[in-house]
């Protein structure tokens, strides 16, 4: 292992984070920690997804931002792309977990930061210590936030922050814009339910959604049973034939679809959530980013402790056939979620509308 950079020779920082939009938002207390850690340093963040971009806007911690859309752009706008990183001759570079593919350690390779930080991954070979210089393994049984911060530890600083956070920093017009769309909409003032029906797209990971059937069971009943209760939908351009879907089922409710502008703006509105129910998702996080009083979330064969809500005050709602065992499912390797396609929507159709019902029913009592 190298020697600890020491706090004098930092000048230049780079946290890659890119795989999903949520995993972004959870290296936001790296970013802090790194501040604290190094605060003459210029600290700069890459990112793939332009919402993850979005939601490191305005980020107090961070010098500069990039984002390019590697899996879109050609090779060699790509190459050129990373050339332009690496003469900005990073001190050190930090792939935020979870980011098992190998594919993010080339990058790292590429823009060439004098010391490369990684975990190690299932998929770890003897290749990808040529890759990174540093590297941990990392820890199922904590969150990413933690995995993150153990970067410090090999570089022989102390962590600073006494409890991680989510840190999402919201402009004024985004905030009036919330408000604006509860007072079009009639619902300021109003305890009202969220709901995002999506989930990550790349891989198989669309199939660990929960039946769009059972949700509009569940609006259904809970219009029978709290018919002073609306329901939000969240989403964006991904769930809109889902909506449109949910619309036609469910028109003469409560009902309402968040167009909001940008994650950010949507984010905005959440923070006006009274409940809010999702599978693991960019949702789920802006949720607890937000504080929702009250989370629920679907118990997935993905959800594992790496990525839970970073608040102490949410709610699982079990899946008996995931049983707690994601890990037998999913793991941080690139490989898709294990399973055909009809058995892993199987496994998500064991989670009864009625368990979900109480749970949410409770919420509003």
């Not at 995993?23 to 890459?46: G, K, N, Q």
């Not at 977990?97 to 590429?110: D, I, M, T």
């Amino acid at each position: 292992m190298a020697a600890s950079i020491s706090l004098a020779s930092v000048n230049r920082l780079l946290v890659i984070s890119l795989a999903g939009i949520g995993d972004t938002l959870m290296a936001t207390p790296f970013l802090h920690e790194l501040r604290l850690a190094y605060p003459e340093a210029e600290i700069e963040a890459l990112v793939m997804w332009p919402g993850a971009r979005g939601l490191l806007e305005h980020n107090p911690h961070l010098n500069a931002l990039h984002q390019h859309s590697f899996l879109k752009a050609s090779k060699f706008a790509s190459l050129r792309f990373i050339w332009s990183l690496r003469r900005r001759r990073f001190d050190a570079s930090f792939n935020v977990h979870p980011q098992g593919r190998r594919e993010y350690r080339l990058v790292a390779a590429g823009i060439g930061a004098r010391r490369r930080f990684s975990h190690r991954y299932e998929n770890h070979r003897p290749f990808d210590d040529r890759l990174v210089t540093d590297s941990l393994p990392q820890d199922y049984t904590v969150h990413a936030s933690e995995n993150n911060r153990r970067f410090l530890d090999l570089l022989g600083v102390p962590s600073q922050m006494p409890r991680p956070a989510y840190e999402l920093y919201l402009t004024a017009a985004e905030s009036i814009w919330s408000t604006q769309w509860l007072n079009r909409t009639h619902l300021v003032g109003e305890r009202w339910l969220g709901v995002h029906v999506g989930s990550g797209g790349t891989k198989n990971l669309a199939l660990r959604r929960w039946p769009l059937e059972r949700y509009i069971e569940l609006v259904r009943e809970l219009e029978l049973r709290r018919p002073e209760v609306p329901v939000v939908f969240f989403g964006g351009p991904e769930e809109a034939e889902a909506h449109g879907e949910l619309f036609q089922n469910l028109r003469g409710g409560r009902i309402h679809f968040a167009e909001a502008p940008s994650l950010r703006h949507a984010a905005a509105l959440l923070g006006h959530a009274h409940a809010f129910l999702s599978v693991d998702t960019l949702f789920m996080h802006l949720a607890a980013a937000m504080a929702v009083p009250h989370q629920f979330v679907l118990e997935t064969p993905t959800l594992n402790p790496c990525i839970l809500p970073l608040r102490a005050d949410w709610i699982l709602i079990p899946n008996p056939a995931v049983g707690g065992r994601p890990l037998d499912y999913y793991r941080y390797d690139g490989r898709p979620i294990a399973g055909s396609p009809a058995e892993i929507r199987k496994l998500m159709e064991s989670v009864s509308v009625a368990e979900v019902l109480g749970r949410v029913e409770a919420a509003f009592k």
